[in-house]
T-cell receptor, first 113, second 115 residues
């Protein structure tokens, strides 16, 4: 079974530029999560999707961050414009309905200069 | 709001020895789930062990076991016979029984294994 796929693995941009991350969850997993992990901290949930609907985006900075999940499968997370404090690893995770374990992807390391 | 605290930023242990990582949490719920995740340098979070709060028996997975003290809101991880491959960041996480089911993570403990 293929795991959660994310791309790119690394991205370096200048502040005020825009960037997008892509996530492909495990096949059949209806729930998808995006987490932000700042260096030295634990991951923090940004947004949760159930199929293609948003369940929780209470900690998503909506003035600059946006996310969508097309057809309830792949998801993209966008930052526009980026700030220095957005430098972090962005983790995508997915979960099968009725099961509490979340499966994580390898993450995208974003550096904003 | 639920919070998770890991008070040990770094720990080290000799290979083949036993080490215990600490975690405390705060919640008003009576039924919830607790997890330990391992994050190696590859960054991929890997589930190590889980505990359901309604279960009194401590969870065990091979060399990994937990000491779950519900009244004290404590959830420590014991790694026996430490191996070089155990070196990683370890995160304690909490999940509420209902609602959005997000994971709330602690700050992490970096574990070093000395050969």
């Amino acid at each position: 079974e293929a795991g959660v796929a994310q791309s790119p693995r690394y991205k370096i941009i200048e502040k005020r530029q825009s960037v997008a991350f892509w996530c492909n969850p495990i096949s059949g997993h209806a729930t998808l999560y995006w987490y932000q992990q700042i260096l030295g901290q634990g991951p923090k949930l940004l947004i949760q999707f159930q199929n293609n609907g948003v369940v929780d985006d209470s900690q998503l900075p909506k003035d600059r961050f946006s996310a969508e999940r097309l057809k309830g499968v792949d998801s993209t997370l966008k930052i526009q414009p980026a700030k220095l404090e957005d430098s972090a690893v962005y983790l995508c995770a997915s979960r099968l309905a009725g099961v509490y374990e979340q499966y994580f992807g390898p993450g995208t390391r974003l550096t904003v200069t | 709001a639920q919070t998770v605290t890991q008070s040990q930023p770094e720990m080290s242990v000799q290979e083949a020895e036993t080490v215990t990582l600490s975690c405390t949490y705060d919640t008003s719920e009576s039924d919830y789930y607790l997890f330990w995740y391992k994050q190696p340098p590859s960054r991929q979070m890997i589930l190590v062990i889980r505990q359901e709060a309604y279960k009194q028996q401590n969870a065990t997975e091979n060399r990994f076991s937990v000491n779950f003290q519900k009244a004290a809101k404590s959830f420590s991880l014991k790694i026996s016979d430490s191996q070089l491959g155990d070196a990683a960041m370890y995160f304690c996480a909490y999940k509420a029984p209902r609602g959005a089911q997000k994971l709330v993570f602690g700050q992490g403990t970096r574990l070093t294994i000395n050969p």
